[in-house]
Every structure is written in C-alpha cells, then in structure tokens.
C-alpha cells in the first residue's frame, strides 16, 4: 500500500486552497466546511504556504490576533516541504515521520497545488490492512 503512487491516494479528494491574501477567520470556515485540518496558500496559482489548525491555535488565538484583520500569508509556514503525484505515498509517509509534520502538499513540477497527503490517509490504509488481517485470522481459525 505505501507503494501506490500518491496520485491514488488524493484522487477526486476536495482540498482547500486559498490566496495569500484572504483573512483568516475566511479560511479557516473554508476549513470547516471541507472537513479539512490545514490550506495550500498561493499566490498567483504557485504554492507559497500551507496554514494548518495548529497556525490557527498558535500563530492567531494565541498571539491575540484578530482573525477578520489578519491575512493568512503573515500566520502560515512558508516553503513547506513538498512532493509530485507520481511519487510513492510511502515517500510522503517518510517526509512526514522525518519532519514531524502531518501534511504534505502535492504540486505539479511548476508549483501549482493538486492536492494534500495528510497523516491521516495512513491511518486508512492502516485500518485496511488490520481488516484484511482479521480476516486472514478468522480463516485460519475456521481450518484448525
């Protein structure tokens, strides 16, 4: 399974990706509604950032920013580490265990978003494997 490419794992997956520019209490419902834990950030349809739950608890309710002033471009992590959909998703599962961070944005070779890997896709693919486990074991107990 770490070894589909990553354009499998975000097919037809909505993500949320805002300008640098737009405030963040405007991305962060964007979030909400989406379902989603963190925004690719752009400017000019390249990626520049990605704001995350954590920038919002951090960088904005903790540091006593206002949400409706203060655009996302000057509370996100810049220049995050990134990969391309043709890439291993154990490769982007690597990343995130070496950088101790929980998304990954996908990009095209020219910078544009396409998606986001999250840790949370590993969990998925965990709960496959421990299904398909259990069911290896129940029919291993039904021959004995």
Known sequence: MPSRPIHEVIAEREFVCVPFDMPVRE?????????????LVTEHGVLTGIFT????????????LDADLTPVGAVLTHNPQTITEDKPFGHALHMMFEGGFRHVPVITPDGRPVGIVTAHDALGLD???FGDE????EEITVIL
Do not use: C, P, Y
Not at 27 to 39: E, F, K, N
Not at 134 to 137: E, P, V
């Open 134 to 137: 259990l069911l290896r074991r």
């Open 53 to 64: 739950e954590r920038d919002a608890t951090f960088r904005v309710l903790a540091a006593g």
């Open 127 to 129: 709960a496959i494997a």
């Open 27 to 39: 991305v962060t419902r964007r979030l909400l509604q989406a379902h989603q834990s963190a925004a």
